[in-house]
């Protein structure tokens, strides 16, 4: 294996799965996806979005980190739980290699106080100038159909394991 693809081997990120059903719609499943923020994904939409997630290193419990994701990508801790676990939902492997590690959490967000973290970049390509981008643009609640329209096509599988979970 090249140096780069054991990079990329050992990329992993952990991440929360947010679900609400909401009261009005009782029996409509939705979950919480986020947009990649900067140039390079702004006009990109389907398979561009994610649960919210992000890198953790070796010393790092992954559920931790997932919550520490969440906070730094939408700017609010996730919800409490009073004392439910959250589903595990397993790994998966995006194309190109990272591991992503979810969680399930059932609760509520408010997606017009989104308040991401930013990222410096420089842009446009060899400009010399670096500039200032939020790691998340927008996040939106999505019924699953469409969430399987817009996810990360790898990521798809942990809207697959949540229903599953829910409905067992």
Do not use: C
Request: zero cysteines; proline letters at 8%.
């Amino acid at each position: 294996m090249s140096p780069a693809a054991r990079s990329r081997a050992r990329r992993r990120s952990a991440g929360l799965l947010l679900y609400r059903t909401p009261a009005h719609k009782s029996t409509v499943l939705e979950v919480l996806l986020v947009h990649p923020g900067g140039p390079l994904w702004a006009k990109k939409d389907l398979g561009a979005w994610s649960i919210p997630k992000g890198e953790y290193d070796d010393d790092e419990d992954p559920l931790a980190a997932a919550r520490r994701e969440f906070m730094e990508e939408l700017g609010s801790p996730p919800p409490a739980q009073d004392g439910a676990e959250p589903i595990a939902l397993g790994e998966i492997r995006q194309r190109s290699g990272k591991r992503v590690s979810a969680w399930a959490l059932a609760g509520d967000f408010d997606v017009s106080r989104t308040a991401s973290n930013t990222f410096s970049m420089e842009w446009p390509p060899r400009s010399g100038r670096a500039h200032e981008f939020p790691e998340v643009d927008r996040a939106e609640w999505f019924r699953i159909a469409e969430a399987r329209r817009r996810i990360n096509p790898a990521q798809a599988e942990l809207l697959d394991r949540l229903v599953q979970a829910l409905t067992a």
